[in-house]
């Protein structure tokens, strides 16, 4: 599910560089030193003005696993990866890598027929589904001692499900009703309805009355009415969503896809629409990681010589195993050199499919940058699939045993300054969390060559990503394990530094809240490289690497 569309600082032990008490996040913050602009990005600027100047980076393919990504975009046509084996719109396959006109990436929630899925249930939904359908046909007082430990989830999960969908069921009216007094009251007053227009209402239906107040009360605040409007539908159809499909476990989309959903390793399902019905946080994920720098557009993204891959595999609601392990096959196969993932849920249908890809891309490689989530909770104790550790069997099962060096899980941070220098959203762990990263008040590319603010991890990830994309592009001989190495090792770590626990007024020390302790830092992870490969980065013109 993605979980990021409602949401550094320099070595505090040592540093002590004072911050201005600032209300709103600085333009292109992420980007910027707290040094050099005394604010607490990862100092990307720096890094092309001081370390990387007059040098040329090689090509670095970036895959974006999301809800895809609009390729058309003013700041990411340059930009998006180009199949050079496949010619547009003949229908073969000409690379023979099983996807035909693959040329910006491939869709996984696509059918052979153009359409696409929008919104999906929730993974919590469908295992009830299944654990559901399973029992009814049981006597469940004859049940072996697996079944019995799947029927206690059955229940448990059917209290919580039916909880929820009442209550989304009872928003649902709640704001629809608001939603249609509303409207109403805009066909009698007009659009734009002013203060004056709604003192002198008079009405003796409740609902519009009701309204009224409403409005008037949110009006003396500074809200203009189709303000109102705009956030009363995104309520509607939040929780009209929730409860039709996502907390719905008879709402069924994949019957679009028209694959054998039972069989994991199945290969070339879907199409080529790589932007899909709602590329709002796929094209924002991309943007952060690559939007073409210096062309006066936008923004400028994290890393300089990318291509952007966009590879859909995340609905309204969760992503499906299967699908994310053949997003990484395919990104893998398809040359990507850094994966950005900025999903993530409570429970997982099938993660040894997952588990395999995630071995797969490392035995090629290549690095996979994952977002934490965003239900402030410790990871260590919670689930936040993928997630990484593999679950052993049998005896050993209390045992796990992490993923392959090629994954970063990545936590977001504030623009502030002070004790809320944490995301109040976000999830950490001491063991489940690599590192944090900028992630809130986040400006970034949007469909229709728009650019809005967003926060979540999902924003903080492919922060990470873009710095793992500029390392591999300047010093394209380090190896995946050595760039996570190196910018774990190259963070600005934080010590016994006092901030928020996410989600909670309760003081902690900052390197409780992650495996490093630290926050991204671009610059040093630059100066770090350039110390490993012994010569300060770049390639030459035909792409090969200078010697030191």
Do not use: C
């Not at 003396?220 to 109102?228: K, R």
């Not at 689930?383 to 045993?401: H, I, M, S, T, V």
């Not at 936590?411 to 489940?432: E, I, M, P, R």
């Amino acid at each position: 599910m993605i979980r990021s569309s409602f949401l550094g600082f320099y070595l505090f032990a040592i540093a002590s560089v004072p911050l201005a008490a600032q209300s709103e996040a600085p333009e292109n913050w992420f980007n910027l030193d707290l040094t050099q602009d005394k604010t607490a990005g990862v100092g990307t600027e720096r890094v092309y003005k001081e370390l990387l100047a007059g040098k040329e980076g090689a090509p670095v393919i970036v895959a974006i696993i999301d809800s895809g990504v609009d390729a058309g975009h003013e700041d990411l046509k340059d930009v998006m990866w180009v199949n050079p084996g496949e010619i547009p719109g003949n229908g073969i396959d000409d690379d023979k890598n099983g996807y035909v006109d693959d040329i910006n990436g491939w869709n996984f929630i696509g059918g052979k027929d153009g359409r696409n899925v929008g919104p999906d249930n929730l993974e919590v939904a469908r295992v009830y589904g299944r654990l559901r359908d399973k029992f009814a046909k049981m006597d469940t007082l004859k049940l072996s001692r697996k079944e019995r430990k799947e029927f206690a989830q059955y229940t448990e999960l059917r209290s919580e499900i039916e909880g929820k969908r009442a209550n989304f069921e009872q928003r649902t009216a709640q704001y629809g009703g608001m939603l249609q007094a509303l409207e109403r009251l805009q066909q009698e007053l007009g659009e734009d309805i002013t203060e004056e227009q709604l003192e002198a209402y008079e009405t003796t239906d409740p609902q519009l009355g009701m309204m009224k107040q409403i409005l008037g009360n949110a009006m003396a605040e500074g809200a203009t009415v189709p303000e109102i409007h705009e956030e009363l539908e995104g309520a509607f159809k939040y929780f009209s969503d929730n409860y039709e499909y996502n907390w719905n476990p008879d709402f069924d989309a994949r019957s679009i896809v028209g694959d054998d959903y039972s069989n994991s390793y199945e290969r070339g399902y879907g199409n080529n629409d790589v932007q899909g019905p709602d590329a709002f946080h796929g094209t924002h994920v991309a943007g952060i990681v690559g939007a073409k720098r210096g062309n006066g557009l936008g923004i400028d993204g994290v890393a300089d010589n990318v291509r952007i891959m966009s590879v859909r595999a995340v609905p309204n609601g969760d992503e499906r195993d299967k699908d994310v392990a053949n997003a990484i096959i395919y990104a893998v196969d398809n040359g990507a050199k850094v994966v950005n993932m900025s999903f993530g849920k409570g429970y997982s249908w099938d993660k040894e499919a997952v588990d395999k890809a995630v071995k797969y891309a490392a035995k090629h490689d290549v690095l996979l940058v994952h977002a934490a989530g965003n239900s402030a909770e410790n990871n260590d104790q919670s689930d936040n699939f993928p997630r990484e550790a593999y679950q052993r069997e049998g005896f050993l099962k209390f045992l796990k045993k992490k993923y392959p060096n090629n994954w970063l899980e990545i936590g977001a941070l504030s623009w502030q300054s002070d004790a809320d220098a944490v995301a109040t959203f976000s999830n950490y762990g001491k063991s489940a969390v690599d590192i944090f990263s900028p992630g809130v008040d986040i400006y970034s590319t949007t469909p229709g060559n728009q650019y809005r603010d967003a926060s979540g991890t999902s924003m903080a990830s492919p922060v990470t990503a873009g710095v793992a994309a500029l390392i591999r592009s300047y010093f394209p001989e380090l190896k995946a394990k050595e760039v996570k190495e190196i910018i774990l090792t190259s963070g600005t770590e934080q010590g016994a530094r006092m901030v928020k626990l996410p989600g909670s007024e309760t003081m902690v020390r900052f390197d409780s809240l992650s495996e490093s302790g630290a926050i991204v830092n671009a610059f040093e992870a630059v100066k770090l490289a350039q110390k490993e490969t012994g010569r300060p980065g770049g390639v030459l013109a035909n792409g090969k690497i200078p010697r030191a």
